[in-house]
């Protein structure tokens, strides 16, 4: 699976963002999917996933009703709402596609796209 990341920016605090990501390859819709972030001198953390169907999702508490992650597995994308930005939220975003919906390691990875919120 090829997955490109497309979207960030640079927007102030309470602002909103809509990440994309485009994917190509092995059969989309059989996928989990994934965003992660790591932010400068710090881990790389989970940020939200959907299940293969859309059925599902889950979220990191740092951005738990203030994320929404979506699908369409028609066009082979992902998508991250990201609402009420906070400069905490910034950080290189990356997508992610896995079997699995809970993978600490996703077994694909897009390119990354950066988020920067100013305060």
């Known amino acids: 699976v090829q997955l490109q990341a497309s979207g960030g920016g640079l927007v102030q605090a309470g602002d909103s963002l809509r990440l994309s990501c485009a994917a190509s390859?092995?059969?989309?819709?059989?996928?989990?999917m994934g965003w992660f972030r790591q932010a400068p001198g710090k881990e790389r953390e989970f940020v939200a996933s959907i299940s293969a169907g859309g059925g599902n999702t889950y979220y990191a508490n740092s951005v738990k009703g203030r994320f929404t992650i979506s699908r369409d597995n028609a066009k082979n994308a992902v998508f991250l709402q990201m609402n009420s930005l906070k400069p905490e939220d910034t950080a290189v975003y990356y997508c992610?596609?896995?079997?699995?919906?809970?993978?600490?390691?996703?077994?694909?990875w897009g390119q990354g796209t950066q988020v920067t919120v100013s305060s």
């Open positions: 390859g092995r059969t989309f819709s059989g996928y989990a």
């Open positions: 992610t596609a896995d079997r699995w919906i809970l993978a600490s390691n996703p077994s694909y």
